[in-house]
């Protein structure tokens, strides 16, 4: 992300999806999917929001239920990442009870993206990108070992998960592009001016922090725990900088006389401003996550 | 009790700063001339072709341990460290 590759077709499954076979999917499990993880030839997506189910995910209404030694699956997923992109999707769907149930009767499933009755539709945002899709199952007939973990385990598998989701580099370093690209403006003679070199020193100094506390929370995952209160802690601050960057720099570019700024600049400004909103909403919205940290110091 | 107290300052191993020079030196070459606001798409940015190559080059799964999946096993701190 700090040279802005375009990492977005292996992420999920090289941070998310693979470390959660690692932990809860079976030996056969294990073998089918993570070399072709690490070949970058299985690409993976996280359905978990739905129409009505966003931040409270207990509410899941996408339902798997046994038929013919495996599942058939129906509902709708939305907001999900990069799913026309993606071979797979790791779904948390119901496969017991009802959504008064809340976390009880939750699973995990692996979904074949290209099975009959999987439609996916990308959702063109306001940037003219496609990142998110909504997608729909229609009687998808899934295999008996596209069950993840265990039955009815699917809420603690996916708030485990989140930790993962919570506390990585793409935390700290979505806006890092115009982050660096207005660095390299201020470094000239035209552009320099001390409040700009405020503010650079401004922004650094949140990031040096994160950064730290981002390392310091890879250790733990690496132990095999669950910082989750602290991964929350971490998005929080790091999609506040994250959001901060471009909102700052617009406030000094526009500052300026017009004529002095770069085109390439401002094009990367127009972009980050325009996605900076969704920063606090997905994986997790700010909200949620000072409800967990509050509960996490004991306050709620 | 501060919360924070759970959080232990950490550093990137020895071995795994050696193999981010590496991975450096290649992004520095794959993303010479790609314009900035191109690069601020990133993890939006989908190229199923360069996440084939970071596989060939071993750095895809690489916190995963050894279980036959892939050879080198690579200390965990990767995960974090790949992506400067």
């Given at each position: ?168 580099p793409e935390r700290l370093f979505s ?126 | ?9 950490s550093a990137i191993p020895a071995q ?69």
């Open positions: 992300m700090n040279f802005g590759a375009p990492v977005g077709s292996h992420w999920i499954a090289d941070r998310q999806s693979g470390p959660l076979l690692i932990k809860y999917g079976t030996e056969t499990q294990k073998q089918r999917y993570l070399p072709a993880i690490c070949r970058g030839e299985a690409f993976f997506c996280i359905g978990m929001s739905e129409p009505g189910s966003g931040s409270d995910l207990a509410s899941v209404r996408t339902r798997a239920v046994p038929h013919e030694s495996g599942w058939l699956l129906n509902g709708q997923k939305i907001w999900t990442t990069n799913a026309h992109n993606c071979h797979f999707m790791i779904a948390l769907v119901r496969t017991s009870g009802e959504t008064t149930d809340r976390h009880k009767g939750l699973s995990q499933v692996i979904v074949d993206l290209s099975l009959p009755g999987v439609t996916v539709r990308p959702i063109v945002d306001q940037s003219g990108d496609s990142h998110f899709c909504e997608v729909f199952f229609d009687n998808v007939q899934l295999s008996p070992d596209a069950l993840v973990g265990d039955e009815g385990g699917g809420w603690e598998q996916v708030t485990a998960e989140l930790a993962f989701e919570r506390s990585g806006s890092i592009a115009l982050f660096d690209e207005w660095l390299a403006y201020v470094r000239t003679p035209q552009g320099r001016t001390p409040q700009a070199q405020r503010l650079a020193g401004k922004i650094l100094s949140q990031l040096a922090p994160l950064r730290a506390m981002s390392v310091a929370i890879t250790e733990k995952l690496t132990r095999g725990e669950s910082p989750v209160v602290e991964a929350a802690l971490v998005k929080d601050l790091g999609t506040g900088v994250e959001q901060l960057i471009p909102a700052a720099i617009a406030d000094d570019l526009f500052s300026r006389d017009a004529a002095d700024v770069p085109a390439e600049l401002l094009n990367t400004l127009n972009y980050i401003t325009q996605v900076a909103p969704s920063y606090s909403l997905r994986g997790g919205t700010r909200d949620i996550l000072r409800g967990m940290i509050a509960r996490g110091l004991g306050l709620r | 009790m501060s919360q924070l107290d759970s959080l232990n300052p795994d700063e050696a193999l981010r020079q590496e991975v450096r030196a290649f992004l520095v070459e794959a993303m010479r001339g790609v314009p900035a606001h191109v690069r601020a798409r990133s993890w939006s940015g989908y190229d199923p072709e360069f996440s084939r190559e970071l596989g060939r080059r071993g750095w895809l799964g690489i916190t995963f341990p050894p279980t036959g999946a892939r050879g080198a096993a690579r200390s965990p701190a990767m995960c974090w460290s790949r992506s400067f």
